[in-house]
């Protein structure tokens, strides 16, 4: 009874609010949402939040409107009702084109949606084998691809970037190292930082691809391994790592996990120097403005707890560290993915549930909580449009 | 053969089972909550199919041919319940998940199902231990010779043929030797639905999609030889299990040129088992039982994406098992047991665990009907894979008062071991897990009335479990990967109603029964229904006969169920309905069986993205001489 009163109310609303700002050409109409507390309107911003679901539920997309403080539940599924099987598994990455259509990365189901805003309704699915990261630039997407690859297979198999025309939806791929994460472009040249976390060794190498031939000029070997997330900036490479652990048993005959290389983070020099941030155990992170955020676990080594915020000045690699326990991020259960307001400094910040619903956690720049809004299964990725 | 003192106790069973109460074993305090026995054993053909009727119980099941089955009784997950064939145990060290689906039961008198536990005078001291147990026992062949052929098929493209020969040697000695197989395609056509309401109406799709990768070969073997004598009953089986099979995995949405899954899986089982029981003198009573089981799985775990590229991984499951046990009869009305069992189990994999453990048993009965009562304590020890030692405790209590009306309860203590998986493959743990206890109190009347060419009968338990450490595992993209979680406590309140009526005059028989079950089983942190849990099941069955030729229909309904203890509709799986009709035509050793499964094309899951098949046929010859 509760619930038709609160659709029926939100429809009427929604007509409302339809019919005084048809000038607007990016207002959201003809979805339903639910009022949320956002205290704030951000502009004409609106969040796009990307749950990954539970494997193998299906990903949904999600979006808050701070100007109307409404909230959009499964967008993709209310545009587009008749989609078999919605958007699809695994939301990976999301970006906005120069046309102002939305890419979305679905690494399970070999999919790349394609959605025009602010209608949300599919434009095209293309095919990329299990797509990880995507960067526009210059009326393409390039987006890394792990290929044909299955974990502890014998065969080590290449990963590939797909360099994707955003208007034509002309397609060419090259081969990188194992396992393709981050990427990035800088001075004409994209940028890709391989994992190998399918291989029994991890790979080390940024591959360098030239955006004019799309061909690797040349791969960077890091001192660090297993790489992961990747952002150009001050004229270097910000790169993350997933670290490394061996399990061996006890006396007890209790396996344990022993963590031999932390989530780290790499600044590597023009010249192919890298030189590791002491002190900083970036397992998620984003680039806002000239400086890395990024989140992790301070106590990793130790086997210990303690998440942290780490802000990094990409000028020179300094860097503050604030303790989850300490401050207002404590309402964080499992913070999985992290995101800044590029004007205003706000840092959003995934907290995930993969057996509940998620949350999405706002704090002003200097870490004071300003709201949460609840989202849905494994929120991960976040993107302002 | 035994003597015994002690009268039938297994009076009240369901119509369709009441072939088993007079064979059933005598010495127990209570009998079985279900069983199932005789020719509607024999038609069901694998064990999943001859006990989903169950009250209060789910299988699991992946659907297909090869889809993984297994059993959960009272929702605590199935590694509570243990499974013995002969008295001696099935397990899986690794993940303590017995598929079912390899199981025949052609060679079986019956299938029984004990909550708490089953309490014979002289059993072995792992019987003591589990939250539940489902006993198979197998047919003794008879004294003559027979010949069997048996051949089933149809839906999935199944064709399964199977031969036995029984016979008797001399006045001592039975064996039956029985050979099957079973080859299926595993394809069929599902429907994957959404409709939603939108400011247009309901839209939504519905897509017709066909189940691919379903694929199931297979080969097993049985050999048996019993040894009767004076007071003493021995048997020596061999058994052996061959398959590949495709894993057909989640439906969830792919890029068109893509098959959802390419993974591959190849068992092969072995197992060897030697029991005897023999009366030693007027009072005592012995027991001995050994096995010995090598089980061997390899996955292939090939990309979707280019069938070249797969990776292999192997696992071989040893185990050894012994056990002796004594019954003493210490005065008409009181036996007193002992049983002490030792068990290797080692596993072979990327990595290997071994697990060595003690079980020790005492247990003390009383026999004064119409009271019977047993009060039993298990010791188990284990170390290996772990260290851990717990006492699990036991009281079951009967009383028959009148011929009509019987009542009984239990209450125990038992707790299971983190597998070998739940310790190391979940790649989450990372503190040593603890055991999962579960607290069990039930209470059960039981009425049954003949009137003429009626008979009446009904049946009713209340149960109170309470779950500490629950640890839940939940597929992660293929059935071998499971990812595991702790959710903490649990505690499960639950109904079993059962009523039937049969009718027999002449030529005619005709009996229905119905079976409900409640299961509430509250995660204590969320608050929610645990996984993969109705709160509401049922079973109907309606059977008819004239002479040799029977009619049988059936109906399971199952409430909605979650795959996370939140209960939201992310993780909703809808309720089902499932009805299925049955004919068989039998004379002189020649029977024909025909069965329409699924009749309404009901489109529904039971594993969460695993689709169940709709309507489909399979058909059965049998002929014995």
Same mark, same amino acid.
């Given at each position: 009874?509760?619930?038709?009163?609160?659709?029926?109310?939100?429809?009427? +609303?929604?007509?409302?609010?339809?019919?005084?700002?048809?000038?607007?050409?990016?207002?959201?109409?003809?979805?339903?949402?639910?009022?949320?507390?956002?205290?704030?309107?951000?502009?004409?911003?609106?969040?796009?939040?990307?749950?990954?679901?539970?494997?193998?539920?299906?990903?949904?997309?999600?979006?808050?409107?701070?100007?109307?403080?409404?909230?959009?539940?499964?967008?993709?599924?209310?545009?587009? /009702?008749?989609?078999?099987?919605?958007?699809?598994?695994?939301?990976?990455?999301?970006?906005?084109?120069?046309?102002?259509?939305?890419?979305?990365?679905?690494?399970?189901?070999? #999919?790349?949606?394609?959605? #025009?805003?602010?209608?949300?309704?599919? +434009?095209?699915?293309?095919?990329?084998?299990?797509?990880?990261?995507?960067?526009?630039? &210059?009326?393409?997407?390039?987006?890394?691809?792990?290929?044909?690859?299955?974990?502890?297979?014998?065969?080590?198999?290449?990963?590939?970037?797909?360099?994707?025309?955003?208007?034509?939806?002309?397609?060419?791929?090259?081969?990188?190292?194992?396992? /393709?994460?981050?990427?990035?472009?800088?001075?004409?040249?994209?940028?890709?930082?391989?994992?190998?976390?399918?291989?029994?060794?991890? @790979?080390?190498?940024?591959?360098?691809?030239?955006?004019?031939?799309?061909?690797?000029?040349?791969?960077?070997?890091? /001192?660090?391994?297993?790489?992961?997330?990747?952002?150009?900036?001050?004229?270097?490479?910000?790169?993350?790592?997933?670290?490394?652990?061996?399990?061996?048993?006890?006396?007890?005959?209790?396996?344990? #996990?022993?963590?031999?290389? /932390?989530?780290?983070?790499?600044?590597?020099?023009? @010249?192919?120097?890298?030189?590791?941030?002491?002190?900083?155990?970036?397992?998620?992170?984003?680039?806002?403005?000239?400086?890395?955020?990024?989140?992790?676990?301070?106590?990793?080594?130790?086997? &210990?707890?303690?998440?942290?915020?780490?802000?990094?000045?990409?000028?020179?690699?300094?860097?503050?560290?604030?303790?989850?326990? @300490?401050?207002? +991020?404590?309402?964080?259960?499992?913070?999985?993915?992290?995101?800044?307001?590029?004007?205003?400094? @706000?840092?959003?910040?995934?907290?995930?549930?993969?057996?509940? &619903?998620?949350?999405?956690?706002?704090?002003?720049?200097?870490?004071?909580?300003?709201?949460?809004?609840?989202?849905?299964?494994?929120?991960?990725?976040?993107?302002?449009? | 053969?035994?003597?015994?003192?002690?009268?039938?106790?297994?009076?009240?069973?369901?119509?369709?089972?009441?072939?088993?109460?007079?064979?059933?074993?005598?010495?127990?305090?209570?009998?079985?909550?279900?069983? %199932?026995?005789?020719?509607?054993?024999?038609?069901?053909?694998?064990?999943?199919?001859?006990?989903?009727?169950?009250?209060?119980?789910?299988?699991?099941?992946?659907?297909?041919?090869?889809?993984?089955?297994?059993?959960?009784?009272?929702?605590?997950?199935?590694?509570?319940?243990?499974?013995?064939?002969?008295?001696?145990?099935?397990?899986?060290?690794?993940?303590?998940?017995?598929?079912?689906?390899?199981?025949?039961?052609?060679?079986?008198?019956?299938?029984?199902?004990?909550?708490?536990?089953?309490?014979?005078?002289?059993?072995?001291?792992?019987?003591?231990?589990?939250?539940?147990?489902?006993?198979?026992?197998?047919?003794?062949?008879?004294?003559?010779?027979?010949?069997?052929?048996?051949?089933?098929?149809?839906?999935?493209?199944?064709?399964?043929?199977?031969?036995?020969?029984?016979?008797?040697?001399?006045?001592?000695?039975?064996?039956? =030797?029985?050979?099957?197989?079973?080859?299926?395609?595993?394809?069929?056509?599902?429907?994957?639905?959404?409709?939603?309401?939108?400011?247009?109406?309901?839209?939504?799709?519905?897509?017709?999609?066909?189940?691919?990768?379903?694929?199931?070969?297979?080969?097993?073997?049985?050999?048996?030889?019993?040894?009767?004598?004076?007071?003493?009953?021995?048997?020596?089986?061999?058994?052996?299990?061959?398959?590949?099979?495709?894993?057909?995995?989640?439906?969830?949405?792919?890029?068109?040129?893509?098959?959802?899954?390419?993974?591959?899986?190849?068992?092969?089982?072995?197992?060897?088992?030697?029991?005897?029981?023999?009366?030693?003198?007027?009072?005592?009573?012995?027991?001995?039982?050994?096995?010995?089981?090598?089980?061997?799985?390899?996955?292939?775990?090939?990309?979707?994406?280019?069938?070249?590229?797969?990776?292999?991984?192997?696992?071989?499951?040893?185990?050894?098992?012994?056990?002796?046990? =004594?019954?003493?009869?210490?005065?008409?009305?009181?036996?007193?047991?002992?049983?002490?069992?030792?068990?290797?189990?080692?596993?072979?994999?990327?990595?290997?665990?071994?697990?060595?453990?003690?079980?020790?048993?005492?247990?003390?009965?009383?026999?004064?009907?119409?009271?019977?009562?047993?009060?039993?304590?298990?010791?188990?020890?284990?170390?290996?894979?772990?260290?851990?030692?717990?006492?699990?405790?036991?009281?079951?209590?009967?009383?028959?008062?009148?011929?009509?009306?019987?009542?009984?309860?239990?209450?125990?203590?038992?707790?299971?071991?983190?597998?070998?998986?739940?310790?190391?493959?979940?790649?989450?743990?990372?503190?040593?897990?603890?055991?999962?206890?579960?607290?069990?109190?039930?209470?059960?009347?039981?009425?049954?009335?003949?009137?003429?060419?009626?008979?009446?009968?009904?049946?009713?338990?209340?149960?109170?479990?309470?779950?500490?450490?629950?640890?839940?595992?939940?597929?992660?993209?293929?059935?071998?990967?499971?990812?595991?979680?702790?959710?903490?406590?649990?505690?499960?309140?639950?109904?079993?109603?059962?009523?039937?009526? %049969?009718?027999?005059?002449?030529?005619? %028989?005709?009996?229905?029964?119905?079976?409900?079950?409640?299961?509430?089983?509250?995660?204590?942190?969320? =608050?929610?229904?645990?996984?993969?849990?109705?709160?509401?099941?049922?079973?109907?069955?309606?059977?008819?006969?004239?002479?040799?030729?029977? =009619?049988?229909?059936?109906?399971?309904?199952?409430?909605?169920?979650?795959?996370?203890? %939140?209960?939201?509709?992310?993780?909703?799986?809808?309720?089902?309905?499932?009805?299925?009709?049955?004919?068989?035509?039998?004379?002189?050793?020649?029977?024909?069986?025909?069965?329409?499964?699924?009749?309404?094309?009901?489109?529904?899951?039971?594993?969460?993205?695993?689709?169940?098949?709709?309507?489909?046929?399979?058909?059965?010859?049998?002929?014995?001489?």
């Amino acid at each position: 009874m509760k619930k038709t009163t609160l659709l029926v109310f939100s429809a009427i +609303l929604l007509a409302c609010v339809a019919g005084c700002n048809k000038e607007n050409a990016s207002e959201i109409q003809g979805f339903t949402g639910i009022e949320v507390e956002v205290g704030e309107s951000n502009g004409s911003n609106k969040l796009l939040i990307l749950n990954e679901g539970a494997f193998p539920g299906a990903s949904t997309l999600d979006l808050l409107d701070f100007k109307t403080k409404k909230y959009y539940a499964d967008i993709f599924g209310q545009a587009n /009702p008749t989609v078999t099987q919605g958007l699809g598994n695994t939301g990976n990455d999301m970006a906005v084109s120069a046309e102002g259509n939305l890419w979305v990365l679905m690494n399970a189901s070999n #999919q790349v949606a394609v959605l #025009q805003l602010p209608s949300f309704t599919l +434009l095209r699915t293309l095919d990329v084998e299990a797509p990880r990261h995507v960067v526009m630039d &210059g009326g393409n997407a390039y987006i890394s691809s792990y290929g044909a690859a299955v974990y502890g297979s014998g065969t080590e198999v290449n990963g590939k970037v797909y360099k994707i025309n955003t208007s034509s939806f002309e397609s060419t791929s090259v081969e990188v190292g194992f396992q /393709p994460e981050g990427v990035a472009v800088s001075g004409g040249k994209l940028y890709v930082a391989n994992s190998g976390g399918y291989n029994w060794v991890h @790979d080390n190498r940024i591959s360098v691809i030239d955006l004019s031939s799309f061909r690797v000029e040349k791969q960077l070997e890091l /001192p660090v391994t297993n790489l992961n997330m990747l952002y150009a900036m001050g004229g270097k490479l910000w790169v993350n790592t997933y670290g490394e652990s061996t399990w061996s048993q006890d006396g007890e005959g209790n396996w344990v #996990q022993d963590i031999s290389a /932390p989530m780290s983070l790499s600044m590597v020099k023009a @010249d192919g120097s890298a030189q590791t941030i002491a002190g900083v155990h970036a397992d998620k992170m984003v680039l806002s403005g000239a400086s890395i955020y990024a989140i992790g676990n301070n106590a990793e080594m130790e086997g &210990g707890y303690d998440i942290c915020l780490y802000k990094v000045s990409t000028a020179d690699g300094s860097f503050t560290t604030t303790h989850f326990a @300490d401050s207002d +991020l404590s309402r964080t259960g499992y913070a999985y993915g992290i995101y800044v307001h590029p004007q205003n400094g @706000d840092i959003y910040i995934c907290d995930a549930s993969f057996t509940a &619903g998620s949350k999405v956690h706002c704090f002003s720049p200097e870490l004071k909580w300003k709201w949460t809004v609840d989202t849905g299964v494994g929120t991960g990725h976040l993107l302002l449009w | 053969m035994t003597a015994t003192v002690l009268t039938i106790a297994l009076f009240l069973q369901l119509p369709d089972t009441l072939a088993a109460a007079s064979v059933s074993a005598a010495r127990l305090v209570s009998p079985p909550t279900e069983v %199932t026995s005789g020719e509607r054993l024999q038609r069901a053909v694998t064990l999943p199919d001859a006990i989903r009727e169950f009250s209060g119980i789910q299988i699991r099941d992946y659907g297909g041919a090869g889809g993984l089955k297994t059993i959960n009784v009272r929702s605590l997950g199935s590694a509570h319940t243990a499974i013995f064939l002969d008295g001696v145990p099935i397990d899986n060290a690794q993940n303590m998940q017995v598929d079912l689906g390899r199981i025949s039961t052609t060679a079986l008198e019956r299938v029984e199902l004990y909550q708490g536990q089953r309490s014979e005078l002289l059993q072995s001291a792992r019987e003591y231990g589990s939250a539940s147990s489902l006993h198979l026992v197998s047919a003794l062949p008879p004294a003559g010779q027979t010949f069997r052929i048996h051949l089933h098929g149809g839906a999935f493209g199944t064709v399964a043929p199977q031969a036995s020969w029984e016979r008797g040697w001399g006045e001592h000695f039975r064996s039956r =030797l029985q050979i099957a197989g079973s080859h299926a395609h595993g394809r069929y056509p599902f429907h994957v639905r959404d409709y939603r309401n939108t400011p247009e109406g309901m839209q939504g799709y519905d897509t017709l999609m066909v189940r691919e990768n379903g694929d199931l070969r297979s080969v097993q073997a049985l050999a048996q030889l019993f040894y009767l004598r004076e007071g003493g009953r021995y048997e020596l089986s061999a058994r052996w299990y061959d398959s590949e099979r495709g894993i057909p995995g989640p439906v969830y949405k792919q890029a068109d040129m893509y098959p959802l899954s390419t993974d591959r899986q190849e068992d092969r089982d072995l197992a060897v088992q030697a029991s005897g029981e023999q009366r030693l003198n007027d009072r005592l009573r012995m027991l001995l039982r050994a096995k010995y089981a090598n089980d061997y799985l390899s996955y292939l775990d090939v990309s979707e994406l280019d069938p070249a590229v797969e990776a292999r991984w192997n696992y071989l499951q040893q185990s050894a098992y012994l056990s002796a046990a =004594l019954d003493w009869e210490a005065s008409p009305w009181l036996h007193l047991g002992g049983a002490l069992d030792g068990q290797l189990e080692h596993l072979d994999a990327q990595v290997s665990a071994s697990r060595r453990t003690l079980f020790a048993a005492l247990s003390g009965t009383l026999l004064k009907d119409p009271w019977r009562a047993s009060l039993s304590v298990q010791y188990q020890r284990s170390a290996g894979a772990g260290r851990y030692s717990f006492l699990s405790p036991a009281l079951l209590v009967n009383w028959h008062p009148a011929p009509e009306w019987e009542f009984g309860g239990l209450v125990k203590r038992s707790c299971r071991l983190p597998s070998f998986n739940d310790l190391y493959y979940s790649n989450v743990i990372t503190r040593r897990l603890e055991p999962e206890y579960v607290w069990q109190a039930a209470a059960r009347w039981s009425w049954k009335k003949i009137l003429g060419p009626w008979t009446f009968n009904a049946r009713e338990e209340l149960y109170y479990n309470w779950v500490e450490n629950k640890l839940i595992a939940v597929p992660n993209g293929s059935l071998f990967r499971w990812s595991m979680y702790n959710i903490g406590g649990v505690r499960i309140f639950g109904d079993e109603i059962s009523a039937g009526a %049969t009718y027999t005059r002449g030529p005619w %028989t005709g009996s229905a029964t119905a079976r409900y079950s409640y299961q509430w089983a509250q995660d204590t942190e969320t =608050l929610g229904q645990i996984p993969y849990i109705p709160l509401h099941s049922a079973h109907f069955l309606l059977q008819g006969a004239w002479k040799n030729l029977s =009619l049988e229909l059936q109906g399971f309904l199952c409430s909605e169920r979650f795959t996370s203890s %939140t209960n939201r509709p992310d993780f909703r799986i809808a309720p089902w309905s499932c009805w299925d009709i049955g004919l068989s035509w039998e004379l002189r050793g020649l029977s024909l069986g025909l069965q329409v499964k699924n009749l309404f094309n009901e489109q529904y899951q039971i594993i969460r993205q695993y689709p169940m098949p709709g309507i489909h046929v399979l058909a059965s010859i049998d002929y014995s001489f």
